[in-house]
């Protein structure tokens, strides 16, 4: 883990668990927007690691792809109600475009159809934005073919059609008719139509690998506190072979995560590694999930227990932008179509 | 946060390189080498082959010079292993040597066998097998009961080992016995000697495994006697040595790559059809091989660097078998074509011996409820 990677991650350990509380969770889920949090992870520069904030010691270099990753480890963690990994890869997006940061949150519209039409303005609809209603811009594609152009769009005014994921976070349809661009410019070189939908998928990777890893924690912790029949949970086998698995899981998902994102420092072509995080960390969610709560009993199943803010977003993100099936046929017809001759040696580049 | 870290591994400089020397080598090498004795991996044996690889400096290429080794790096092996695996070569001459047998002398062994030994496992001339369990003792190893007891300036054997995979075809045993009665402290009183297979007092009889193969063995010791300087490091100290040992044994590409055979033929079966369900199968494999040589990968780099990561190793083991033994079931559930022993497709034959051998995968070198019970050690329920 490089220094930077260390700090961001600390850093955002350290303010998620003071802050990001079961009462801050609730409140959440109930519908507000937990602005202290926000206004905290702001102060700490958290929001835009690619932006040259100059917080929690990030330099005018700005992270890189794989301190983003720690960062987003934490948020998965914690729970994190914000959409902290959208704005940073939103905001990413809009720097590699050449644009300029808006410094609040912002939207990633990551599975949109949109016009843009012969006087610059937008039309058509995007889903299950995350916090797409509470969010003051969201940043797109739009266009088609040779004219495809990076968008920030303004949220205010448009038709909204709010929903929630099961670990009630907002997924909101967003639709725009005739709205004038905040700021526009050409798709980013290099730039496949499909990079903004790969980034959020691998965002959820991230965040599944942080929930995953503290399940095991709580759920370790749980084993050795609870004691039935005369001694802890956790010294009967049948109870460590579960927890030997969830380990497993979890290790695998953040393995499986950082490759991901570790691609994209690398400069290669970051698609495979991307759809196998997602994959892999999409299967390990469902998993993990049941046994944190088959080991938890049923403490687990109550809203007043906090393992369910955990394990509510392991059955959502999973099957947000691309389940494990979707991923895993799009890389076996990768596969099949480049022949078992190519398997071995892609696997390894990693292609 | 957990302490189970697996941080990413980058294979050094030259790595690459390496990689397409030993590829055009088993291109060269394999040129005629059927898919269904690739699938043996590395329980297929030739010393033909070995001598092959050991003359191309790919046998205990990271052991010191002046006992023929290369002192290239642990990923720089890494990558010639993975290479051999994937492409199926019969590997199994060497490869206990390479990977326990050589480490072992080199750390623990005399000097004599040093110099006499550890050059001939280098140039792939000299097989090892492994003599651990016995009829009594499986995961529960300390219980051996086999004796080496001193008499006159050696010891003697007596007793009974199992499963000993190349018995019948290996010059030499790392064998544990035990030199102590047990006592309270049920690891010590073992020690791990050096035994000479060609000495008086030792009969290998075969044990057939159920697809009709002979790769175990049943070894008998009735009263060999090994000269003094066979006993391997202190004596009594034979657990801790094996334990150490297993570490290495238990995270290399070996642990994830033994259906790679079947993976190939499965992508050569779907580019056939058109079925989303084999696609939607084949790439799941794929990203959980990918995901599984990072982790594997990243315990090399710990070895490199010299750390113990007995409890990421298990892990590897632990998720790797379970990953190589749903390939034939997901094979056969999701192409509807019988195994056959006597068909000539690939496909159908390399389905038919791995079905029948995966069971082995998560009994050797540690059965599941052993690594798992190590991984529960390392997340602190022990």
């Given at each position: 883990m490089?220094?930077?990677?260390?700090?961001?991650?600390?850093?955002?350990?350290?303010?998620?668990?003071?802050?990001a509380?079961?009462?801050?969770?609730?409140?959440?889920?109930?519908?507000?927007w937990?602005?202290?949090?926000w206004?905290?992870?702001?102060?700490?520069?958290?929001?835009q690691?690619?932006?040259?904030?100059?917080a929690?010691?990030?330099d005018?270099?700005g992270?890189?792809?794989?301190?983003?990753?720690?960062l987003?480890?934490?948020?998965g963690?914690?729970?994190?109600?914000l959409?902290l990994?959208?704005t940073a890869?939103?905001?990413?997006?809009?720097l590699d475009?050449?644009?300029?940061?808006?410094?609040?949150?912002?939207?990633?519209a990551?599975?949109?159809?949109?016009?843009?039409?012969?006087?610059?303005?937008?039309?058509?609809?995007?889903?299950?934005?995350?916090?797409?209603?509470?969010?003051?811009?969201?940043?797109?594609?739009?266009?088609?073919?040779?004219?495809?152009?990076?968008?920030?769009?303004?949220?205010?005014?448009?038709?909204?059609?709010?929903?929630?994921?099961?670990?009630?976070?907002?997924?909101?349809?967003?639709?725009?008719?005739?709205?004038?661009?905040?700021?526009?410019?050409?798709?980013?070189?290099?730039?496949?139509a499909?990079?903004?939908?790969?980034?959020?998928?691998?965002?959820?990777?991230?965040?599944?690998?942080?929930?995953?890893?503290?399940?095991?924690?709580?759920?370790?912790?749980?084993?050795?506190?609870?004691?039935q029949?005369?001694?802890?949970?956790g010294?009967?086998?049948?109870?460590?072979?579960?927890l030997?698995?969830?380990a497993?899981?979890?290790?695998?998902?953040?393995?499986?995560?950082?490759?991901?994102?570790?691609?994209?420092?690398?400069?290669?072509d970051?698609?495979?590694?991307?759809?196998?995080a997602?994959?892999?960390?999409?299967e390990?969610?469902g998993r993990g999930?049941?046994?944190?709560?088959?080991v938890?009993?049923?403490?687990?199943f109550?809203?007043?227990?906090?393992?369910?803010?955990l394990?509510?977003r392991?059955?959502?993100?999973?099957t947000?932008f691309?389940?494990?099936?979707?991923?895993?046929?799009?890389i076996?017809?990768?596969?099949?179509?480049?022949?078992?001759?190519?398997?071995?040696?892609?696997?390894?580049?990693?292609? | 946060?957990?302490?189970?870290?697996?941080?990413?591994?980058?294979?050094?400089?030259?790595?690459e390189?390496?990689?397409?020397?030993v590829?055009a080598?088993?291109?060269e090498?394999?040129a005629?080498?059927p898919?269904?004795?690739?699938?043996?991996t590395?329980?297929?044996a030739?010393?033909?082959?070995?001598?092959?690889?050991?003359?191309?400096g790919?046998?205990?290429m990271?052991?010191p010079?002046?006992?023929?080794?290369?002192?290239?790096?642990?990923l720089e092996?890494?990558?010639?292993?993975e290479?051999?695996l994937?492409?199926?070569a019969?590997?199994a001459?060497?490869?206990?040597a390479?990977?326990?047998?050589?480490?072992?002398?080199?750390?623990?062994?005399t000097?004599?066998?040093?110099?006499?030994?550890?050059?001939?496992?280098?140039r792939g001339e000299?097989?090892?097998?492994?003599?651990?369990?016995?009829p009594?003792?499986?995961?529960?190893?300390a219980?051996?009961?086999?004796r080496?007891?001193?008499?006159g300036?050696g010891?003697?054997?007596?007793?009974?080992?199992?499963?000993?995979?190349g018995?019948?075809?290996?010059?030499?045993?790392?064998?544990l016995?035990?030199?102590?009665?047990q006592?309270?402290?049920r690891?010590?009183?073992l020690?791990?000697f050096?035994?000479?297979?060609s000495?008086?007092?030792i009969?290998?009889?075969?044990i057939?495994?159920l697809?009709g193969?002979?790769?175990?063995?049943e070894v008998?010791f009735?009263?060999?006697?090994?000269?003094?300087?066979?006993?391997?490091g202190?004596?009594?100290?034979g657990?801790q040595q094996?334990?150490?040992?297993?570490?290495?044994?238990?995270?290399?590409?070996?642990?994830?790559?033994?259906?790679?055979?079947?993976?190939n033929?499965?992508?050569?079966?779907?580019?056939?059809r058109?079925?989303?369900?084999?696609?939607?199968?084949?790439?799941r494999?794929v990203?959980?091989?990918s995901v599984?040589?990072?982790m594997?990968?990243?315990?090399a780099a710990?070895?490199e660097?010299?750390?113990?990561?007995a409890v990421?190793?298990?892990?590897v083991?632990?998720?790797?078998a379970?990953?190589?033994?749903?390939v034939?079931?997901i094979?056969?559930?999701?192409?509807?074509?019988e195994?056959?022993?006597?068909?000539?497709g690939?496909?159908?034959?390399?389905?038919?011996y791995?079905?029948q051998?995966?069971?082995?995968y998560s009994l050797?070198g540690?059965t599941?409820?052993?690594?798992?019970?190590i991984?529960a050690?390392?997340?602190?329920?022990?």
């Amino acid at each position: 883990m490089s220094e930077l990677q260390g700090l961001l991650r600390d850093t955002a350990e350290r303010l998620f668990a003071d802050r990001a509380t079961p009462q801050v969770l609730q409140a959440a889920e109930d519908g507000g927007w937990p602005n202290e949090l926000w206004t905290a992870i702001v102060e700490h520069g958290l929001h835009q690691p690619f932006g040259s904030s100059g917080a929690a010691g990030i330099d005018a270099e700005g992270a890189d792809w794989s301190d983003l990753y720690a960062l987003l480890f934490a948020a998965g963690r914690w729970a994190l109600p914000l959409p902290l990994g959208e704005t940073a890869i939103a905001g990413r997006a809009l720097l590699d475009g050449g644009l300029t940061l808006p410094d609040t949150a912002l939207g990633l519209a990551a599975q949109s159809d949109l016009d843009l039409d012969q006087r610059g303005r937008i039309s058509g609809t995007t889903a299950r934005v995350p916090w797409g209603a509470a969010v003051p811009y969201v940043v797109a594609r739009a266009g088609r073919r040779d004219g495809t152009q990076l968008v920030l769009l303004p949220t205010d005014g448009v038709e909204r059609r709010l929903d929630r994921n099961v670990a009630r976070e907002p997924r909101d349809d967003l639709t725009f008719e005739n709205v004038v661009p905040a700021a526009i410019c050409p798709w980013p070189q290099g730039w496949p139509a499909e990079r903004l939908r790969d980034l959020a998928a691998l965002l959820r990777a991230a965040q599944i690998a942080g929930a995953l890893d503290r399940v095991l924690d709580i759920t370790v912790t749980y084993a050795g506190e609870r004691k039935q029949f005369g001694r802890a949970i956790g010294k009967f086998q049948a109870i460590q072979h579960q927890l030997a698995e969830l380990a497993g899981e979890a290790a695998a998902s953040a393995v499986a995560a950082e490759t991901g994102f570790r691609a994209l420092d690398d400069g290669r072509d970051p698609w495979f590694a991307i759809a196998a995080a997602k994959a892999r960390t999409s299967e390990a969610a469902g998993r993990g999930a049941a046994i944190g709560h088959q080991v938890h009993g049923a403490i687990g199943f109550t809203y007043e227990h906090h393992l369910h803010y955990l394990t509510r977003r392991l059955w959502s993100w999973r099957t947000e932008f691309g389940n494990a099936r979707a991923w895993s046929t799009a890389i076996g017809t990768r596969a099949v179509s480049r022949g078992a001759s190519r398997l071995w040696p892609d696997l390894v580049a990693g292609a | 946060m957990s302490d189970l870290a697996f941080a990413p591994c980058t294979l050094p400089e030259g790595a690459e390189a390496l990689r397409a020397e030993v590829r055009a080598f088993l291109v060269e090498e394999l040129a005629d080498y059927p898919a269904r004795r690739r699938a043996e991996t590395w329980s297929g044996a030739s010393r033909d082959f070995s001598r092959k690889v050991g003359g191309r400096g790919w046998i205990g290429m990271t052991w010191p010079r002046q006992y023929g080794g290369a002192e290239r790096t642990t990923l720089e092996r890494y990558v010639v292993l993975e290479e051999m695996l994937a492409a199926g070569a019969p590997v199994a001459a060497h490869w206990i040597a390479d990977r326990q047998s050589g480490p072992l002398l080199l750390r623990y062994g005399t000097e004599e066998q040093r110099r006499s030994i550890v050059p001939r496992i280098a140039r792939g001339e000299v097989q090892f097998c492994i003599g651990m369990s016995e009829p009594d003792s499986g995961s529960d190893l300390a219980s051996v009961r086999s004796r080496a007891v001193p008499e006159g300036n050696g010891w003697r054997l007596d007793g009974r080992k199992v499963w000993t995979s190349g018995a019948h075809e290996a010059d030499y045993m790392i064998a544990l016995f035990r030199t102590a009665a047990q006592g309270e402290d049920r690891h010590a009183g073992l020690s791990q000697f050096l035994v000479d297979m060609s000495l008086p007092g030792i009969t290998v009889r075969p044990i057939v495994d159920l697809a009709g193969q002979h790769h175990f063995n049943e070894v008998l010791f009735d009263g060999a006697v090994l000269p003094a300087d066979a006993l391997i490091g202190g004596e009594g100290q034979g657990w801790q040595q094996v334990t150490q040992e297993l570490a290495f044994e238990r995270s290399g590409p070996e642990r994830f790559l033994s259906c790679m055979q079947l993976v190939n033929e499965m992508v050569r079966m779907a580019g056939a059809r058109q079925d989303d369900a084999a696609l939607a199968a084949i790439g799941r494999l794929v990203a959980h091989l990918s995901v599984l040589r990072q982790m594997s990968l990243s315990v090399a780099a710990m070895l490199e660097r010299g750390e113990n990561p007995a409890v990421e190793a298990a892990l590897v083991k632990d998720l790797g078998a379970v990953l190589e033994q749903s390939v034939p079931e997901i094979a056969a559930d999701v192409f509807d074509v019988e195994p056959m022993l006597d068909s000539t497709g690939d496909y159908v034959q390399v389905l038919a011996y791995l079905t029948q051998v995966v069971p082995s995968y998560s009994l050797r070198g540690g059965t599941r409820e052993i690594l798992r019970g190590i991984i529960a050690r390392g997340l602190g329920l022990r």
